[in-house]
């Protein structure tokens, strides 16, 4: 299937319509395709001058993609923003909400989508720092990198329109090569997963306990795991453990590891969304406002109030 059970068609409309803000799903198309070409796409955005295109939304998408964006953009990547003064490279996945508002000027590029299932059983992309929670996302690039990212592109292109029968595992290669490049000049993150096997799987069930509770994107969601007591429990562990564990894996305590997360998630709702400073206390689980203020402005160095109006 893709994004949003779209068939090709419609997937190359609905991209196409992202890219001008419309952001809309086509229903009704009755080609049918097939698995691995049904998890996939490249699409070209031509030039064009900065009064026609009109920004995305700021949100997550259900696909994984990688967007080469030449021209000036504001872009809006969790809780970052990034000024693009020329071209840059982007690495989006869908636990992630993102948007980008071009600035002045004519703007091109090339990007793919493709759903988590098309790397089924072809390797772990959530495991690169391009796509990892705390990894880099958005590289500008020199004009010589530039044009190597684009001719990993048109070699996409080519594969992707021939009828040579093992295409999608020629498309899964340039994919990684994309991929590595940005993953060898993204700064080095700590990567836990050189550790025990006991020690990994604890650390992946905590992070996947902690990451399923974001983004908040609607006012009926909140936060129901947020000290290191709730993350305990829920995997069966003495908190001490745990927090061992983490500090051994990750470098961080279990209670730092959470407010971290809180916080990056407070800047996304506070800059990106219309929801009342005490509404996103008790969705980030604090009981009162000014808990959540005093916490904010310890890690920021500003009031929630203050920090909105920037």
């Known amino acids: 299937?893709?994004?949003?059970?779209?068939?090709?068609?419609?997937?190359?409309?609905?991209?196409?319509?992202?890219?001008?803000?419309?952001?809309?799903?086509?229903?009704?198309?009755?080609?049918?395709?097939?698995?691995?070409?049904?998890?996939?796409?490249?699409?070209?955005?031509d030039s064009l001058t900065g009064y026609h295109i009109q920004p995305i939304p700021y949100k997550r998408r259900n696909f994984y993609k990688i967007n080469l964006l030449k021209g000036k953009y504001n872009l809006h990547f969790s809780d970052r923003t990034y000024t693009i003064k020329k071209q840059a490279l982007l690495f989006a996945n869908p636990s992630?909400?993102?948007?980008?508002?071009?600035?002045?000027?004519?703007?091109?590029?090339?990007?793919?989508?493709?759903?988590?299932?098309?790397?089924?059983?072809?390797?772990?992309?959530?495991e690169y720092a391009v796509f990892h929670p705390n990894g880099t996302h958005v590289f500008e690039l020199e004009d010589h990198?530039?044009?190597?990212?684009?001719?990993?592109?048109?070699r996409m292109r080519s594969e992707f329109n021939s009828d040579y029968i093992h295409r999608y595992d020629l498309l899964r290669n340039l994919i990684f090569e994309i991929i590595h490049f940005g993953t060898k000049i993204s700064p080095r993150i700590?990567?836990?997963?050189?550790?025990?096997?006991?020690?990994?799987?604890?650390?992946?069930?905590?992070?996947?306990?902690?990451?399923?509770?974001?983004?908040?994107?609607?006012?009926?969601?909140?936060?129901?795991?947020?000290?290191?007591?709730?993350?305990?429990?829920?995997?069966?562990?003495?908190?001490?453990?745990?927090?061992?564990?983490?500090?051994?894996?990750?470098?961080?305590?279990t209670s730092k590891i959470v407010q971290e997360r809180i916080f990056r998630e407070s800047k996304v709702l506070l800059k990106h969304s219309t929801i009342t400073i005490s509404e996103i206390s008790y969705l980030l689980g604090f009981?009162?406002?000014?808990?959540?203020?005093?916490?904010?402005?310890?890690?920021?160095?500003?009031?929630?109030s203050e920090y909105r109006k920037v």
């Open 1 to 45: 299937m893709y994004p949003d059970g779209l068939c090709g068609r419609c997937l190359y409309f609905h991209t196409m319509n992202m890219q001008h803000g419309e952001d809309r799903t086509l229903q009704g198309c009755q080609i049918e395709w097939t698995k691995e070409l049904g998890n996939f796409n490249i699409i070209s955005v």
């Open 96 to 126: 992630i909400s993102y948007n980008w508002i071009p600035l002045e000027g004519s703007h091109s590029g090339v990007y793919c989508v493709f759903t988590p299932e098309f790397f089924h059983q072809f390797g772990k992309i959530n």
């Open 145 to 154: 990198q530039c044009e190597e990212i684009e001719n990993y592109f048109e």
């Open 190 to 253: 700590n990567d836990y997963r050189q550790h025990s096997d006991s020690a990994k799987r604890i650390t992946d069930d905590f992070l996947a306990l902690l990451e399923r509770q974001f983004p908040i994107e609607t006012k009926g969601q909140h936060l129901t795991l947020t000290s290191p007591m709730d993350f305990a429990d829920k995997l069966s562990l003495h908190v001490n453990y745990l927090n061992r564990v983490l500090k051994k894996t990750m470098g961080s305590s």
């Open 287 to 304: 009981k009162e406002v000014t808990h959540f203020s005093n916490f904010f402005r310890k890690l920021q160095g500003t009031p929630p």
